[in-house]
């Protein structure tokens, strides 16, 4: 079975420029997480979700928005862009049901991002 | 939020030696899960290990979510096993969040 996937693997850009990157799930998962990972802040969750619908929302901006297609593939987008936006931007999925097991999260490779 | 600290946050070790990392959490926890991070920022899938104890080759993970901490152990470190690990925790309630530890810094030299 083929993992999570995400594209492009790097990006450079500048400010004020805005930015969207996808993340297909492990097939049959139905959540798709998103998080930012800085030297500074370490790993911080961005939001969440299942069904096309976010659940859940970590404290960034508005500036960062995103949604999930009825596939489960889902894009992230990050408008305005600003030098502290440089990160990694990792995606992870799960099946998400019944019993624990089903909320383990698999990760993808990341998208590198650097606003020049 | 829950709070994750992981200790220490780095260590280095000669090929060989055994080690073991630490993650404390500040509240219950449904589900609790070890990473290791590649060079190319790639988090993998060591453990899901909400309690009890697992064994995958040279590495191993017990938690006891009644004193809320976790433990990854190393055995017979090989240079492969050079990495950032993370350890990750969410609540039933938090819809698909992980809460992070800092990580820990692991340096493995032939």
């Known amino acids: 079975k083929a993992g999570v996937t995400q594209t492009p693997r790097y990006l450079i850009k500048t400010r004020g420029q805005q930015v969207t990157l996808s993340c297909s799930p492990i097939?049959?998962?139905?959540?798709v997480s998103w998080y930012q990972q800085t030297p500074g802040q370490g790993l911080q969750f961005l939001f969440e979700y299942f069904s096309e619908t976010q659940r859940n929302k970590g404290n960034f901006p508005g500036r960062f928005s995103g949604r999930q297609f009825s596939n489960s593939r889902s894009e992230m987008n990050v408008s305005t862009l600003e030098l502290g936006d440089s990160a990694l931007y990792l995606c992870?999925?799960?099946?998400?049901?019944?019993?624990?097991?089903?909320?383990?999260?698999?990760f993808g490779p990341g998208t590198r991002l650097t606003v020049l | 939020g829950i709070q994750v600290e992981q200790s220490p946050p780095d260590l280095i070790l000669q090929e060989g030696a055994n080690s073991t990392l630490r993650c404390n959490f500040s509240d219950s926890v449904n589900n609790l899960q070890w990473f290791h991070q590649n060079p190319w920022g790639q988090l993998i899938n060591l453990f899901y290990i909400p309690s009890g104890t697992k064994q995958n080759g040279r590495l191993s993970a017990t938690t006891v979510a009644t004193e809320r901490y976790s433990l990854l152990y190393i055995s017979s470190s090989q240079t492969t096993d050079s990495g950032v690990y993370f350890c990750a925790v969410d609540r039933g309630s938090t819809l698909g969040r992980l809460y992070f530890g800092r990580g820990t810094q692991l340096t493995v030299w032939p």
């Open positions: 097939s049959g998962h139905r959540s």
């Open positions: 992870a999925s799960s099946l998400v049901g019944s019993g624990n097991a089903y909320n383990e999260q698999f």
